[in-house]
């Protein structure tokens, strides 16, 4: 539960103090999945039968009982008759091997300071509704729906998937493993967010339904959602990208080491237009003012000139300038989207206010908490002027000392426009991703085989982040494997670190936002930095292509990733399938672009002599 109170300073002046009050027990995390029991528990790369099966863990599904939600059941289409088939159940998406995967491991080092979280939450449906053109056939029917997505029965889930990587310690990636799914949902009901699926005006009837279901009684026929999948897949014409090549290893003589870091080139696709979704334009200016202004008195330095992306202009972030909004009516006038997109408060405003909202409470939780170390050197800029006084807001965060270390972040978030799932090959959605530091989130493109990445690295070596932070840091120094740092840090935006938020290390996220056609990508891939550092985009891709389930797909990228590092960091992979997963292997080269470089690799990590 979330409370405002409103107080004055000793100018007469008023603002707003956004904080988590504890009166009550809050809901744990949904580390399940609301679904339907399918028809079938074959294989999920079975060939033969009526089409794509899906084998969920029939022995750990439990019934469900809804309690104050009316999600819909992310169900692929449901058997016809009463059955166990019928049940509705919930499936833990840690036993759901076939469509999730996870591995963590530590490396070398004495402790794993990295933390992961997966499940569903609680906020607005964000996926672009479909057009009626390709929701109804010729009669007018609905098409490929197991319910209409604003029926009473609410909301298709939003699934939740998150990677966090502490450094100095765990205790920032463990609040934000905790904490960081409460503040996107508390956001979104504090931004009045509405889901993108409802129809303003007079509700829409959808002619035809139920009868248009497959059955007369308003049950859903099977066979047809299991062909409308295989078509989907069939659809996805399997190419080779121009300019691929296969990954070969260094020539004899040449420098054998692959330099970590230096190898991923490839720039994040431009994020897709935003989509309005609340009307509440005061009341988030009101809190977003709040935030910037709080910021400004409890660290000043980079904060008092820094102008959040999607916060509006009154509030001092960026807004939408004249120019942003001449290209967005001209992709308009070109699309199917409505006027909806242009103005307003979407998702994405409430991923950065619920982002600095958290490392807010982190750092000043932090303020009033003795410190461990009392060298003057080793504490805050400037503590006792800027960061003198504890926080009034969540000073039950961390342990009982003050915490300097921090962490990067990385979270996806996947919505359907329909009750059919994400991993259905027949099945739409939207991907929106929010990224602090160096962790990592991948798609493979179903026709082409190719890594896209969805993050790009915040080091200080990046165009983008050398801009932003050149005026108020001093200098970028390079350590001794060359990489440059700011502060002594390797990442230039991340949770906590306290001691350098002057200079600029904030926890503003880079959100994008991908559409996603049926079958178009095979799977997701969310990776820490001891993965994405010794490895490639494309090494992570084609070892998961290999794989026969995600389950296994995140084990041996992770047993990989330390296996061919030098010094093995701690090492997380989460692995999501998708609707194109049946054809992962097909696109482009398959596994096969850097099989040679990956077995050489192996041999030399696993030969004593390379290492000297």
């Known amino acids: ?18 904080s988590l009050s504890r009166q009550w027990p809050r809901r744990q995390f949904h580390e399940y999945f609301i679904t339907h029991l399918p028809s079938s528990s074959l294989h999920p790369d079975a060939r033969f039968g009526g089409g794509p099966h899906h084998k969920l863990p029939r022995d750990k599904s439990t019934p469900h009982t809804p309690r104050g939600s009316n999600r819909t059941p992310a169900a692929a289409p449901p058997m016809v008759g009463m059955s166990r088939e019928m049940t509705v159940v ?5 036993s759901a091997k076939h469509h999730f995967g996870v591995s963590l491991s530590r490396g070398t080092r004495p402790y794993n300071e990295d933390t ?16 009626i053109s390709l929701t109804r056939n010729k009669r007018g029917d609905v098409n490929n729906e197991v319910t209409p997505a604003d029926s009473a029965s609410g909301d298709p889930q939003v699934f939740y998937f998150g990677v966090f990587d502490g450094h100095g310690g765990n205790e920032c990636s463990d609040f934000l493993r905790e904490e960081l799914h409460h503040y996107l949902e508390q956001t979104a009901k504090l931004f009045e967010l509405e889901s993108s699926l409802k129809r303003k005006g007079k509700p829409e009837r959808y002619r035809g339904w139920p009868s248009s279901m497959g ?48 190898h991923d080139q490839t720039t994040p696709p431009d994020s897709s237009l935003s989509l309005k979704q609340s009307d509440s334009v005061r009341k988030a200016e009101e809190l977003e003012r709040c935030l910037i202004r709080s910021w400004k008195e409890l660290v000043g330095g980079y904060y008092r000139r820094f102008k959040p992306e999607f916060f509006s202009l009154s509030a001092g972030g960026q807004g939408h300038t004249c120019e942003k909004e001449e290209v ?29 909202k958290a490392d807010y409470d982190f750092v000043s939780a932090q303020v009033g908490k ?87 690295n915040h080091h200080p070596s990046h165009p983008q982040e050398a801009a932003r932070l050149r005026r108020y840091a001093a200098t970028f120094v390079t350590d001794s494997f060359g990489e440059e740092r700011v502060s002594g840090l390797a990442n230039t935006r991340a949770f906590g670190d306290m001691a350098s938020k002057r200079i600029g290390v904030s926890a503003e996220p880079e959100v994008r936002r991908i559409e996603l056609s049926p079958a178009e990508y095979s799977f997701l891939v969310l990776v820490s930095d001891g993965v994405s550092g ?30 061919v590092a030098t010094d093995a960091d701690n090492a997380t992979t989460l692995v999501v399938r998708l609707g194109g997963w049946e054809r992962r292997s097909e696109g482009g080269l398959g596994s096969m672009g850097t099989k040679e470089l990956r077995d050489w690799r192996k041999q030399e990590a696993n030969n004593p002599r390379s290492r000297m």
């Open 328 to 356: 967005q009516r001209k992709q308009l006038q070109h699309s199917n989207l409505s006027e909806d997109t242009m103005e307003g408060i979407g998702i994405e405003t409430v991923l950065e206010y619920a982002f600095l």
């Open 1 to 18: 539960m979330w409370t405002i109170s409103i107080r004055t300073s000793r100018a007469g002046r008023r603002r707003f103090a956004l």
């Open 534 to 563: 010794p490895l490639s985009d494309q090494e992570i891709v084609d070892v998961v292509k290999e794989a026969r389930t995600p389950e296994q797909g995140a084990r041996d990228v992770t047993s990989f990733a330390t296996e």
């Open 215 to 262: 059955e007369k009684d308003g049950r859903t026929s099977c066979s047809e959602a299991e062909v409308s999948g295989k078509k989907s897949l069939d659809v996805v014409k399997a190419q080779k990208a121009e300019g691929t090549e296969p990954s070969k290893p260094p020539k004899p003589g040449t420098d054998k080491r692959v330099p970590s870091g230096s």
């Open 90 to 94: 919930r499936i833990p998406l840690k």
């Open 116 to 131: 992961y979280q997966a499940g569903t939450i609680e906020i607005p449906a964000f996926a672009k509704r479909r057009p």
């Open 370 to 456: 003795k410190d461990e170390d009392p060298v003057l050197s080793d504490r805050a800029i400037n503590d006792d002027d800027i960061l003198g006084h504890p926080s009034k807001a969540g000073k039950r965060i961390g342990g009982a000392k003050r915490f300097k270390g921090g962490s990067t972040c990385s979270i996806a978030l996947i919505s359907t426009p329909t009750p059919s799932p994400f991993w259905h090959p027949a099945s739409p959605s939207t991907i929106i991703t929010a990224h602090v530091g160096d962790t990592r989130i991948l798609l493979c493109n179903t026709a082409t085989g190719l890594a896209i990445p969805l993050t790009s």
